[in-house]
C-alpha cells in the first residue's frame, strides 16, 4: 500500500522562497506564525496525513458511507480519526484565538489543508465545510450567534453545513425557494429541500449546524431576497449542551462516482412544523454572506486540486519505480522499471511540474489574502486584495482540471493495474472529477475571470500582474545556460499569449458578449498555466541563486530542470489557447441549437 | 433515460464522401456491399443497438458481472441480448462466408461496430474478442482447425478470447512463461495463469475458445519463442457439440474502474494435470499471428473512443436542452437551457467536432484497410497497407485520449449530476478510461508511430501523406468566406507543424533515441489533430459543393461550422505540440531518478 507523504520540501520552499512566509509573520496578529512554529505545524500535520488520514483513505472509498434511517454511518476509522483530529487542534488553526482559534495565516493553513486532501480528501472535507460555516458566523453573527456556536465548532466538536443548492436551483440562487417565517420570537422557521449538502449528516460529532439560504415571506424576487440562517441538528441548551432534535433530516445520500466517504445529503427542513433557524446578520444579505465564504471555499477546492495531483504523482513515482518491464530504449539492457522509459518520464515530469506549480501559485495567492486582510498600509491591502479577487477563479478553475488531468495520468502509468480499484490510482480520477464542478464549475469561474475580474476594471489589475511577470522575464533572460534560455523563451510566449488575450477579452466584451465567452475557460486555462509558469521561473531563479552560493541541495537543479519541463511541455500550449481565446467565437455559436 | 441514437446521417455521409464505400464495393469480394444492402445493414444496427443494447448499458454497469466458483453470471438482460444478436447474424458480418460470414468490407463493419461500443461498449467486448480469434484461426490455423472452430465462433454460438497478459509481463510479452507441452498426439498440455482476460469466462454461450500465448519446452528466449495455441473450455466432440471440460478455469474476476459487465478474468490453466491445447500454425510464430490481431484489436479500440465521445455527446446535449438554469448572458432573458451559455456550446462543439474527426478518420483507415486486402492492383495494396499501418496507432492512440476528454467533458456539461451515478454520464469516462490502456497503452501506440512507421522508412509515408494533405490545403484556400479562411489558417498551421515535428522525429530518432521518444506520445497527438482537421477539412469542402448545387440539407452548414470551430479549439493545439516535440527532450530526461 502506497502511504502519503507530506512533501515538505516543496511547501517549506514555496513557503519561504516564494509566498514570503517571514513578510506574512510580520504582519500584525500573525505574530505567532514564527519559522519555528510554522516547521513544527507542517511536521505534525504532515505526520497525522501519513499516519491517521492515509490509512483510511481507500477503505472509506470502498466502504463509502452508509445512509440508513435519516443516520449516515461513516466508514471505519473515520469517527476515531476526526476524534483525534480535534484533540490535536487541526480544526481551528487558521481561526480566530478570540473563539479558540490559532489564527494562523492562510499561507500556512493553505500547506496543512493540502496534507488533509492529499492524504483523504473525503475526510477533509468535513472540516472545510466547518471553517466556511465559522467564517459566516465569524463574520456576521450576532454576538449570543457567536458565542453559542463559535467555540464549539472551532474546537470541532460541531460541524458545520452550508446549504444552497435545491432541485430546481443548481449554480443559480435566484431560484432558491426555501421559505423562513418569522417566529416573532426573533427565531425562524425553515421548510424546504436542500442536495448536495456535504456532511450534512454523518455520526462523527454530537451536532451539525448547518446554515441554510431561504427566503422570508416579503423578500424580493431573485438574489436580492436571499437570507441566510443557522439551523442547528440539535438546538444548544442554555449550557451549550445539544438539546431537543430540530426538524432538520438527511433523507438521502447521493451514490456517487468519487469521494465515497463524503456524505452528500438531501436535507429536508420542516417536514415536522418547520425547522428553527436563527438569522445570520441582516435579512436579504444572504448572498453576499455566502459569497465570502465561497472565495475561501473556491480557494480550497482549488487546493483539492493540487493535492490529489501530487498524491497521485507520489503513487506514481512510486509504482514506476517498482514496476520491471521493457528494455531501456538507449542500450537495450533490462528488464528495467518503467521510469527508464521516455514517455513514463514525461508523464511523471507532467504530473510533478504541475503540481509544483499549482502550489506555488496557492501559496502566493493565499500569502496575499493574508495581507489584503492584515496589511497596515490601506493601499497594500487593497492591492493585495485585487490580486486574490483575480487570482481565486484561477486557482480554483486551473488547478482543479489540471488535477483531474494528473489524476488521469497517474491511472495510464499504472497500465492495466491502473483500471483495478484495488490499486488505488483511479480513486484519485473519481474523486478529483468532482472538484471542477462544486463551488462553482470551470465554465462559472472562467465566467467570474473574465466579467467582474478583468473586464469590470478594463482589465487593470490583470495588466499589472503582467507587468510584474516582465519583471521575471527579464531576470530569466540575464541567466546563462540552454535551461534557462528555454525557460525564459517559453514564460516569453506565454505572457505574450495572455497579453493578447487579456486585451482581446477587455476590448471585446461588451460588444461580443457571447463570443468572448466562448474563450473563457481556455482564457482561463491559458492564465493558470502562464500564472504557474511565472512561480515556477521565480523559483528557478532562487534556485540558481542558491547553486551560484554553493548550495548542493539536490533540490535547486531539479527544480530548474523541473522548470524546463514546464516551459516546454505545458507553457507551449499558451499560444494556441490565446488564438482560440481570440478566434474562436464564431465557429462555437453559428449552429443553430436544433442541428447539434 | 437517455436511449442511443445512432448518428446514420453523419455515418452514411462519412461512408460515402470521404471513406468512398462506393470504390470499396467494387473491389473484388466485396460486391455485396451495394448502397442498398449497407443502407440496410446500417438501419439494422442501429435499431439494435438503440433497442437491445443501449437499454442493459447502465445495469449492466449498476450490477456487473458476478464471479463464482468457476463461473461467471452476466447482469440481466445479457445473455438474452447476445442471443439475439448472434440469431441476427452480427456476429459474422465482417467474417469470411466460407465459414458462414458476411463478408462485409471492414468500413462498413467498422460503422456496425461503432453502434455496438456506443450503445453498450461492456457487451461489444465480446464479439470484439471473438472476431479477434476467428481472425487468427482464419489466418494461420489448419483446415481441421478452421472446420471444427470457425463455423462456431463466426455464428457466435462459441466465443473467443485472447490470453496474452501475465503477472509478470505485462505489455512485454519477451516475459511470457506460460508453458505448452507436446502430447505426441499432435496436441500440447498447457500451464500457466493469464490475467486481464477479457470475457474469459461467461454465461452467454455453451463453449469459450481462448487463444493462449505459450512456450513450447524446447523454445528460444524472448518473443522469438512464443506459440500460439487454441485451448477450448469444453474439448469439441466429434459431431461437433462440446464434450469434456477441459483444464482451464476462470479463477478469479477484477473489481475494475469501469466496463463492469465485460468480466476481466484471471485464468489457470493446467492446475489439474494440463489444458488440452492445439497449435495454432508454427511453434515460436505466435508473436506474428498476434501482431495481425493487434493491428484489428487496435483499430476496434480506436472505435471505441469514437463511439464513447458520441454517446457521451448525445447524452450531454439531451441534458444542456432540458436543464433550465441562469439567464441569456446577451438578452438576459430567463432562466435559459443551459445550451445557451456559451461555454456549455464550447463544450459541446468540442465534443461534437472532435467526435465526427475521430469517426471520419477511422472510416477512412477502414476503407484503406479493404483497399490494402482486395485491391487487384499490388501497387495500389501496398499503398493502402503502408497508410493504414501508419494509422492504425494513430485512430487507437488519439481516439481514445480524446474519447476520455470527451467523456469527462459530458460529465461536466452536466455539473453536480454528472457526478452522481444515476445520471449515466459518469459511466462514459469510467468505460473510457480503459481505452489508451488495453491493446497497447497510448506510449506503446506512440513509439510504434515513431519508430516501425515513421523513422525505420524515413518518414517516407508520413510525407506521401502531409502530400495529400497539402492538395486539400489548397482546395481550401480557393473557398470564399470567414469560415473557410479560418479553416484554411488552423489547417495550414496544423500542416506545417504536423511537416516539422515528423521531419524532427526522422532526422534525430538515432542520434537521441530518448529524447525523441518524450515527443511521442505529443507527437501521435499532433498527428491525430492534424489528420482529423484533414477528414474535416475534405468534408467541410464536399459540403461546401453540396451547398452550391443548391442542396438544403441543414446538415451541411453544420458540417462547415463544424470544421471551423476544429480549426480554432483543436487544430489550434498543433503548433504548441510541435514545439514540445521539437524541444521537451532534454527537460524531460534531466532528473536524477532519485530526484523525482
Known amino acids: 500500500m502506497s502511504t502519503y507523504s507530506a512533501p515538505l520540501n516543496d511547501m517549506h520552499f514555496v513557503l519561504r522562497e516564494l509566498a514570503g512566509i517571514e513578510q506574512v509573520a510580520k504582519l500584525p496578529g500573525y505574530e505567532e506564525a ?85 492524504s483523504n480528501m ?43 443548492t435545491e432541485p430546481q436551483a443548481g449554480s443559480d440562487l435566484s431560484l432558491v425557494r426555501s421559505r423562513a417565517v418569522p417566529q416573532g420570537d426573533g427565531s425562524y422557521r425553515i421548510f424546504g429541500q436542500k442536495i448536495f449538502i456535504t456532511y450534512g449528516e454523518h455520526d462523527m460529532t454530537e451536532n451539525i449546524i448547518h446554515l441554510v439560504l431561504a427566503r422570508t415571506p416579503d423578500a424580493p424576487e431573485g438574489v436580492k431576497g436571499i437570507s441566510l440562517f443557522v439551523v442547528p441538528k440539535f438546538l444548544p441548551n442554555a449550557d451549550g449542551t445539544p438539546g431537543q432534535r430540530n426538524d432538520a433530516r438527511c433523507v438521502s445520500i447521493e451514490h456517487k ?43 480550497a477546492v482549488g487546493l483539492e486540486g493540487v493535492a490529489i495531483a501530487d498524491r497521485a504523482y507520489q503513487r506514481a513515482l512510486e509504482y514506476a519505480k517498482e514496476r520491471i518491464q521493457g528494455r531501456d530504449l538507449a542500450d537495450g539492457s533490462g528488464p528495467v522499471p518503467i521510469i527508464r522509459h521516455p514517455d513514463i518520464r514525461r508523464m511523471l515530469m507532467l504530473m510533478k511540474s504541475q503540481a509544483e506549480a499549482m ?37 480554483k478553475g486551473w488547478s482543479t482540471e489540471t488535477g483531474i488531468e494528473v489524476a488521469s495520468l497517474g491511472v495510464q502509468i499504472h497500465g492495466g493495474m491502473g483500471f483495478i480499484e484495488e490499486t488505488g490510482a483511479a480513486q484519485y480520477l473519481r474523486d478529483a472529477r468532482i472538484t471542477t464542478i462544486y463551488e462553482g464549475t470551470t465554465g462559472i469561474q472562467a465566467n467570474d475571470l473574465i466579467g467582474r475580474k478583468i473586464a469590470r476594471e478594463g482589465g487593470a489589475t490583470i495588466k499589472a500582474v503582467i507587468g510584474i511577470m516582465k519583471q521575471v522575464e527579464a531576470a530569466l533572460a540575464r541567466q546563462p545556460g540552454e535551461d534557462f534560455a528555454a525557460i525564459h523563451a517559453g514564460f516569453s510566449r506565454g505572457i505574450q499569449a495572455l497579453a493578447e488575450a487579456a486585451t482581446y477579452i477587455a476590448t471585446n466584451f461588451s460588444q461580443d458578449i457571447k463570443g468572448v465567452h466562448v474563450g473563457a475557460v481556455p482564457f482561463l486555462r491559458l492564465m493558470g498555466i502562464v500564472s504557474g509558469g511565472w512561480q515556477m521561473a521565480r523559483a528557478a ?23 524546463r519541463f514546464y516551459a516546454d511541455h505545458v507553457l507551449s500550449q499558451a499560444s494556441g489557447l490565446a488564438q482560440t481565446v481570440i478566434k474562436g467565437g464564431a465557429g462555437a455559436l453559428a449552429v443553430a441549437e436544433e442541428h447539434l
Open 122 to 164: 473525503a475526510f477533509s472535507l468535513c472540516p472545510l465545510l466547518t471553517t466556511g460555516a465559522i467564517e459566516a458566523i465569524t463574520l456576521n453573527g450576532s454576538p449570543g450567534l457567536k458565542a453559542t456556536y463559535l467555540p464549539k465548532m472551532i474546537e470541532g466538536s460541531w460541524t458545520g453545513t452550508m446549504n444552497l
Open 541 to 563: 531563479l532562487v534556485a540558481q541563486a542558491k547553486i551560484a552560493a554553493g548550495d548542493g541541495d539536490p533540490y535547486y537543479p531539479t527544480k530548474i530542470a523541473t522548470t
Open 34 to 118: 514564527s519559522p519555528d512554529t510554522v516547521d513544527a505545524i507542517l511536521e505534525e500535520a504532515g505526520k497525522f496525513a501519513s499516519g491517521a488520514l492515509s490509512p483510511i483513505n481507500g477503505s472509506g472509498d470502498h466502504e463509502g458511507a452508509k445512509w440508513h434511517d435519516s443516520n449516515v454511518t461513516m466508514p471505519q476509522g473515520f469517527k476515531e480519526a476526526y476524534r483525534q483530529f480535534i484533540e490535536n487542534g487541526w480544526n481551528g488553526i487558521g481561526c480566530e484565538p478570540e473563539f479558540g482559534g490559532q489564527g494562523m495565516p492562510k499561507v500556512v493553513v493553505a500547506a496543512v489543508q493540502e496534507m488533509w486532501k492529499a
Open 359 to 395: 502550489r506555488a501559485l496557492a501559496y502566493v495567492v493565499a500569502a496575499a489574502h493574508d495581507a489584503a486582510a492584515h496589511h497596515p498600509d490601506g493601499e497594500e491591502r487593497k492591492r493585495n486584495q485585487a490580486f486574490v479577487d483575480l487570482m481565486i477563479p484561477v486557482v
Open 257 to 299: 462516482l468519487g469521494i465515497h466517504a463524503s456524505p452528500t445529503c438531501v436535507m429536508a427542513f420542516g417536514d415536522n412544523g418547520g425547522a428553527i433557524g436563527y438569522l445570520v446578520g441582516k435579512e436579504n444579505e444572504g448572498l453576499k454572506y455566502m459569497f465570502v465564504m465561497m472565495n475561501a471555499a473556491r480557494f
